[in-house]
């Protein structure tokens, strides 16, 4: 019976007509959960694309009230946040009747004044309970609850956000405390339905549920993965990242009573696309060709290469060595290093063909990730190469991947002496301690400051950072000139771990 229900509204949703109805629960509440969504447009694979999105909305509002969800990271990064800020997000998603939104941890990597102007500009509202300025004042707009009223039930939700080391200017609080005073004062309103907009680990979900008998629903992000479980009847939902598909979740059966049910609803070709929204996605792709020319295969690897941040953020890995390699070669430095923040790519390139758009993914920040070369001691680049060790046990994005040197060192040694032995030369000899080298670096560690990093010896280089190159062309060069278009596995072999067994 619930599954003819369902069947019967997905199918709505679907637009297929003629499949057997069964009768429709009464006074329903319904909700369409998208999360993690980077790119508007369909995908490479043919999936995905809010203007399929905002079809499956616009049906499902035909048959009756729905809200229309987004569990957070969306504003950044992806190749057109970049250049715009997460404003063309923000434009399909108004277009899309988006209902609301709360914060993903991404979002904190615009600055400030950026995120506040998406928030204005934002047709949806914008959820936070935990999430606030430094100086705990709210955003401006950001409500840390709401309430609506649908079918005749009041509906209460509420946003929360993992916490995290972010920008200076936001702080979030503890997200558990914070959930507990919104449902407290959403049951104070006599909300009948209490429903969390969260973006956090599958866990924390968990535990929230667990713990907090007055939560109906949690819908939410971070995972890419679409997830359906459940705690005591309650459903935690997300869906696939980039809206390769949504979830969609019908309540009925008022206060205490409620029942749910819920379907997966891929979003492919099978959608057409929403007519107010397709163009508006259109033409910002347009602007992205204008900047960078067609997207076009620039290389065929031989090798996958896991670009995941759980891995270049602890390890030297194929990806790091290739670009450090082009930096290298590109700059005609002695030594490049890379912090693994920079590298934005989060993902696995499989092996086969490689276009100049993954390339340029790789790079997401504003400042383009240009490489300054300036000249460093022996004894000063080991202490560089000290506080890039440090970040590894972290998981943190300061560890360094390097190019033109190579090292050990032990983990389980005393932060600033973990290096054990020589620092060595490409040739493997031992670099003198007389020598300078010149050492090409990204401007944020070695202008900014960025990933704690002090290098005095950069100031030079530094003021000229803005015609520095960048490392998205540097790497374009190099796989398609010095390896003629073939990626190979980068000579391997280059920051080992030694001493004890602790995994420090
Ligand atoms: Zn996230």
Redesign the pocket.
């Known amino acids: 019976m619930r599954r003819l229900t369902l069947g019967a509204m997905l199918a709505g949703a679907m637009g297929c007509v003629g499949a057997p109805r069964a009768p429709e629960p009464l006074n329903p509440v319904r909700f369409l959960l998208i999360n ?1 969504v980077y790119v508007a447009d369909t995908l490479a694979d043919g999936t995905g694309g809010l203007a399929r999105v905002a079809t499956v909305r616009n049906r499902l509002a035909d048959q009756g009230p729905v809200l229309f969800l987004l569990a ?2 969306f504003l950044s990064p992806s190749l057109l946040s970049k250049y715009y800020g997460g404003r063309q997000m923000v434009e399909a998603l108004n277009a899309a009747k988006l209902d609301y939104a709360t914060f ?3 979002e904190f990597e615009l600055d400030r004044d950026t995120l506040v102007a998406r928030i204005g500009a934002s047709s949806f509202k914008w959820l936070s309970s935990n999430c606030t300025l430094a100086d705990g004042s709210r955003f401006p707009k950001v409500l840390p609850w709401d309430t609506v009223t649908v079918s005749g039930h009041l509906v209460g939700l509420f946003g929360l956000t993992l916490s995290g080391s972010y920008r200076r200017y936001v702080r979030c609080a503890d997200p558990d405390s914070a959930a507990r005073q919104a449902i407290d004062t959403l049951e104070k309103m006599e909300a009948d339905l209490i429903v969390g907009l969260t ?1 956090q680990t599958i866990a924390a979900d968990r535990n929230l549920l667990s713990r907090e008998p007055r939560l109906d629903l949690i819908l939410g ?2 995972e890419h993965e679409a997830h359906d479980s459940v705690v005591s009847g309650r459903h935690l939902l997300k869906a696939d990242a980039n809206a390769r598909s949504a979830q969609f979740v019908t309540l009925w059966g008022g206060k205490e009573k409620w029942r749910q049910a819920v379907g997966l609803v891929r979003i492919d070709s099978r959608l057409p696309e929403d007519t107010l929204v397709a163009p508006l996605v259109e033409r910002w792709s347009d602007s992205l060709r204008n900047r960078l020319g067609p997207e076009r295969k620039v290389a065929t690897t031989e090798i996958g290469m896991d670009a995941r941040d759980a891995v270049s953020r602890r390890q030297e890995s194929a990806l790091g060595n290739l670009v450090t390699d082009a930096v290298r070669a590109g700059t005609g430095a002695d030594v490049a290093l890379l912090n693994a923040g920079s590298m934005r790519l989060d993902d696995v390139i499989p092996p086969g063909e490689v276009s100049n758009y993954q390339l340029e993914s790789i790079f997401l920040f504003a400042d383009e990730t240009r490489m300054v070369t300036f000249p460093l001691g022996l004894a000063r680049l080991r202490e560089v190469l000290e506080h890039g060790v440090s970040e590894a046990s972290l998981g943190k994005g300061g560890f360094l991947q390097v190019s033109g040197l190579s090292f050990a060192y032990d983990p389980s040694r005393p932060s600033g002496s973990r290096l054990v032995g020589d620092i060595r030369g490409p040739g493997g000899q031992a670099i003198a301690a007389d020598d300078t080298l010149t050492v090409a670096f990204g401007v944020y560690p070695s202008c900014e400051g960025g990933d704690g990093y002090r290098l005095p010896e950069a100031k030079a280089s530094c003021q000229q950072w803005e015609s520095a190159p960048r490392a998205a062309d540097l790497l374009l060069q190099y796989v398609t000139d010095s390896l003629g278009g073939r990626v190979r596995a980068p000579a391997a072999g280059r920051i080992s771990r030694t001493g004890s067994t602790n995994p420090g």
Do not use: R
Request: proline share 0%; no cysteine.
């Open positions: 993690d957070g990271d993903g941890n991404h973006h992000g971070h």
